[in-house]
């Protein structure tokens, strides 16, 4: 139960990944995230914040960010 409540929160961690108007917003937003996710489920802060930073920065040009 505790692992699927964790799951969870780094979901909803994820989702806030794409907040900020501009780039470097969402690519700081998404590095903080992304490390908290990835320190909770692999237990690696520094690989999800690189992937966080990552989608940050690129989701407007991707079309996937919610405030385009």
């Not at 590095?31 to 914040?49: E, F, K, L, P």
């Amino acid at each position: 139960m505790a692992r699927v409540s964790w799951i969870a929160a780094a979901c909803a961690l994820t989702a806030l990944s794409a907040c900020g108007q501009s780039d470097g917003e969402r690519a700081l937003t998404g590095a903080v995230m992304g490390a908290a996710a990835g320190q909770v489920i692999a237990g690696d802060a520094a690989t999800g914040a690189l992937l966080g930073g990552a989608a940050g920065a690129t989701c407007r040009s991707l079309g996937t960010c919610p405030n385009n």
